[in-house]
């Protein structure tokens, strides 16, 4: 995704001060985003647009932001990476109740998040399909093209003394914006009071393999600071996602998870970062043969932890895995070294082949090139002759042509 659409549209409070902005995604034709149809897709769109420095320069500093969602997008986890300071989680009005959406609604309101109905037409079936809602929702945000006046001012007076605010929709002219004015709305929305804005962003450009890098240097350097490990890898969008994936996909695991900062804290920094270098290899790398290296590489570190003294398993293990991460950078490992802070024990051994997990480290490369010339012998007849040829040059081995 080279480019990201999005169409913003200001909300303003009775002071006429623009209360938040209406965030709605797009594709290249300019057509609204249909999230329902990819989860990756969706965090991508959301996290790279609307994240970190990007979002202050979208909205101004203090305004917050609408985000339509519905029963895919609430229950898939996505919605995990957003800063619930300066979202407001706009719930479709065709969305599916089910009481496991009711259950996540529920969730994201205790968590701190601001929810809103989008749409509401006043009509008693709608009343009725959100009755068990209004408890957690904080701004209704009423359609002033489909609700009936008389209907509308029923409901306003339905919640007149509750916390939940109102919020005038699709006005369209000055008599409307008076007459909602005079209703005692609490925000005004609309294309006589703004027109959208189209607005063309660009997703993160750096390597995910060197983001995943500068986590790791987090990880290793900043102990004690959970909160600036969960604001990094909310920028993250496949990250976040699979990384919460992971934890609801395990069977090991009883409790539900709600946020980053439990999945942090669950999973702990030692097997966290683990979990990125594995990330690394089977998810970012672009090399085909990653897999094989993925599996080659967890069977070294797994060598060199078993190895290793009690007190230094940890760093055998990631030096095991590390030794092998020029193949998925495709560059030299001295240089891949420099961008990591890593212990000097592991730094040693991963680009010196010293210290004390060098000699394990080389025992389990002498037992991998047995394996694979191993297999090599045995798949020779197989093997096309330029391919070995290639594979030779490549390596720098000449071959003497008076031998054939």
């Known amino acids: 995704m080279d480019k990201i659409y999005i169409s913003k549209q200001k909300i303003f409070d009775t002071n006429n001060k623009v209360f938040a902005y209406e965030l709605v995604f797009q594709d290249e034709q300019k057509n609204i985003q249909n999230f329902s149809n990819s989860v990756k897709e969706t965090s991508q769109l959301i996290v790279n647009s609307v994240s970190g420095t990007e979002l202050d320069k979208l909205l101004q500093k203090n305004t917050l932001a609408f985000i339509s969602i519905d029963e895919d997008i609430l229950t898939k986890g996505i919605l995990d990476i957003l800063n619930k300071d300066r979202f407001v989680l706009n719930i479709l009005e065709d969305i599916n109740l089910t009481e496991k959406v009711i259950k996540k609604i529920v969730q994201y309101k205790k968590r701190g998040f601001k929810l809103s109905l989008e749409h509401f ?8 399909k959100f009755k068990r809602l209004f408890n957690y929702i904080d701004i209704i945000k009423m359609d002033m093209l489909t609700s009936e006046e008389e209907n509308l001012k029923k409901v306003m007076q339905k919640f007149k003394n509750t916390r939940i605010k109102f919020l005038a929709q ?10 909602c004015v005079k209703l005692g709305f609490d925000y005004f929305q609309g294309f006589y009071l703004d027109q959208p804005q189209t607005m063309e962003l660009k997703p993160q450009k750096e390597p995910t393999q060197f983001i995943i890098l500068q986590l790791i240097n987090i990880i290793k350097q900043d102990n ?6 969960e604001a990094f890898i909310k920028q993250q969008p496949d990250l976040s996602f699979k990384l919460i994936q992971f934890f609801n996909d395990s069977k090991k695991l009883e409790v539900k998870v709600e946020s980053l900062i439990q999945v942090i804290t669950l999973m702990g920094r030692n097997k966290l970062l683990r979990w990125l270098i594995v990330y690394l290899y089977s998810e970012v790398s672009k090399n085909p043969a990653s897999e094989t290296l993925l599996e080659l590489a967890i069977k070294r570190a ?9 007190k230094n398993k940890d760093k055998a293990y990631i030096a095991g895995m590390f030794s092998m991460l020029d193949s998925i950078f495709e560059m030299d ?12 024990d592991i730094i040693s051994c991963v680009v010196s082949k010293k210290g004390i997990f060098a000699s394990s480290l ?6 991998e090139k047995k394996y694979l010339r191993k297999v090599m012998l045995a798949n020779f007849e197989k093997l096309n002759t330029t391919d070995i040829i290639y594979t030779l040059e490549d390596g720098g081995i000449q071959i003497d042509k008076d031998e054939f």
């Open 362 to 367: 080389m025992r389990a490369e002498i037992a």
């Open 121 to 128: 037409d006043s009509s008693a079936q709608m009343i009725i």
């Open 302 to 310: 797994k060598s060199m932890e078993k190895e290793a003294d009690p």
């Open 170 to 179: 699709n006005i369209e002219n000055k008599e409307d914006y008076i007459k």
């Open 333 to 344: 490992i001295k240089e891949l070294m420099k961008r990591v802070d890593m212990d000097k």
């Open 224 to 229: 004690n600071d959970t909160e600036k490990l």
